[in-house]
Structure formats: C-alpha cells, structure tokens
C-alpha cells in the first residue's frame, strides 16, 4: 500500500490498472490494445465540431443517443445507460451493485480491471473461479449464493465465448443472482444476451463503442438491462459526475450506431483477418484459441511471451504481455489489417528462426 501524508485510505489502497501502452516516442504496428484499424463511420466528420453549441453542457441522459440504441436494439430509453467507456459503465455497476451483502463472482483468467474495481469499492467480497482446463469459463463452478457473477463474452483475454443458450440456463437456474456479461468483443462472432434483457431482471449487458465501432479515443460505451438495473447506475452516475459523456461523443456515438453498413462491413473484414492470422499463426507452431474477439490468445511452445513480445517490438511490432503468473507464457496480438498482420507474421519466422 502506497501511503502520503494528504491521501486517504481509498486512495492509499486502491491498486489502480495499467492500460495497455500508447507510445510517443515512435511509430509501431500496434496490435496491443484492440483497437480497431478501420476508423470509425465515415459519418463522423469534421463539420460536426462547428454545428455543437460548446458552450452549453451536455444532455446529461444522453437521452438522443439512448433512444438510437434502444431502437437498434427493441428495447426501451429507460433500459440503456450511457457512460464514458464501457470501463466507466463497468466501474459504476460494480458499486451499484456490490457490497457485503452482494459478492462478486469472477473468472481467474479476465478484464484484469475487474479486481480494481471490487478493491476500489473495498466492501465488495469477491470469489474467483478458475477456468476449465481449455480456457473456457466453467459457470457451474460460480457460487449458489444471493450476489453477483461478471463474465466477459467473449472472455478476454482468451477470446473464447459462451453460447446465448448457457447463459440463458444460467439465468433462469439462478434468479438471486445478477449477471454482467461485458460484451466488448460481442460484434465480432459472438451470441449477444441483449435479446434476453425483457426475459430476465437479472441480466446487465454492457458493450462499447471502441472496438467493433472504433470510437475507442472518444470514449463511448453502454449498458443495458430492466430499468430496476438501468435506475441504480443512474444513482451512483449523478453522485459523481453527471456529465460523463460529452456533447461530441453523444452526437459521434448516434451516427456510428446508425451506420449498420460500415459497421457490419468492417466488422466482418476483421473477421476475415482474424481467420487467416489464427491459421498462420498455427502454422507457425502457435497454440491459438479459438477466438471469437478481434484479438488472438497465443502461446508458443518453445519461446515465451515476454521474450517475444521483446522480440516483436524490436521489429516495430507492439502487442500485448500480461506478467501475471498465469498469463505470462501467452501473447495478446490484436487483429489489425491484413498488411499488418502479413507484417507479424513475417517478423515471427524472422524470430522463430533466430532462435531455433
Ligand atoms: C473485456 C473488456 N471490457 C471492457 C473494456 C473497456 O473498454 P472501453 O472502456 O474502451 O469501452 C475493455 C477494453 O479493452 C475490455 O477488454
């Protein structure tokens, strides 16, 4: 526990995420934070800053960008929440709805922020659950009791997703406890639990505009559920901020929502990519899990992580290494274009073979 004089006991011993690097110094291939390498809509243009009024705060319901979603989604206004990022909107929800008498539930193996957030909020008890042996989450292994269970689908960072239909089971076989599926990497092969949102009170979906929308750096992302759920992140937002999304964001969020031809056509490019870079990769000596996210879980069995992530860096090449035990021997490599990809993969036979 860091201490200083002037800091409080939550400052003292929170034990804050560490994103994934944004270099300055140079320019690399960055396949180390998911970001999308198409852009977002050609909707959002530059037009768009003289049209805000500035001047004037924004609508702090994001009420126009709510009823898109909604729409898009056949859900009403009052059950979608908008924050700034989904990690704002995850981060709300764990004190809206954890406490002693709520206990989390999570996968050993996760969004590492999840541990922040259960540690920020300092009175949340929390049961990690290990994965099964193929990396996948094992629900049945989650507690009985009244609290909550987080998972990502798909999971990151293996990118192995749960059928609609286990989640479903999972529901209905436990009405005392919520379930948060963070649905960052939905859009890229996943089975989405929106559609169950009227079905079960004890469901929160949360999703993000940074990925399959590419509106990582204006910070976008929403939850949706029962209004009962929506009502509590409402209550925790307007006791912080109640302006977390800004005039810009509201109006760039809408228009890429809108745009379904941009987005189903980017979004299933990077599927593509994904495909061939997973059979490459395997061909190359990877274990690669079948990842339904737009990144790839990747182990070699004769080089580790760190010292290929080392490796790749030197030729230009930034992916991602968790140094957690369990993680340490995996790569994290985003799915960017196929040049970029064309680019790793030369770079691995240049390093496999240097060190064979
Ligand atoms: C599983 C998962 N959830 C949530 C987020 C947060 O995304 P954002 O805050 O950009 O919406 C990330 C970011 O990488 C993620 O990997």
Known sequence: ??????????ASAAVPYIPGEQPRDRVFIKLNTNENPYGPSPRISADLLAKEPFQLYP??????????????YGLTED????????DEVLGFAFGAFG????PFAFPDITYSFYPVWTDFWRTIPVQIVPLREDLSIDLKSFPDCDGVSVIANPNAPTGIALSAQVLKDYLAEHPNRLLIVD???????AESMVPYIHEFPNLLVVQTFSKSRALAGLRLGFAMGQKELIDALIRIKDSFNSYTVSRLT???????????AYFNETVSRIMHTREQAKADLRSLGFQVTDSKANFLWVLHPSVSGSDLYTALR??????????????TDYLRITVGTDEEMEALKKALIKILEKTS
């Open 1 to 10: 526990m860091d201490k200083h004089p002037f800091w409080s006991a939550l």
């Open 59 to 72: 609508e702090p319901t994001c009420y126009h960008l709510r009823k898109v979603i909604a729409e898009g």
């Open 314 to 327: 030197e030729e230009g090449i930034l992916v991602r290494h968790f140094s957690a035990p369990a993680l």
């Open 79 to 86: 059950e979608v929440f908008a924050g700034n990022g989904s």
């Open 250 to 260: 509201q109006v760039c969020g809408a228009l890429s929502f809108e745009d379904s």
């Open 99 to 102: 406490d002693e008498n709520h």
């Open 183 to 189: 649905e960052a990497y939905v859009d890229f092969g």
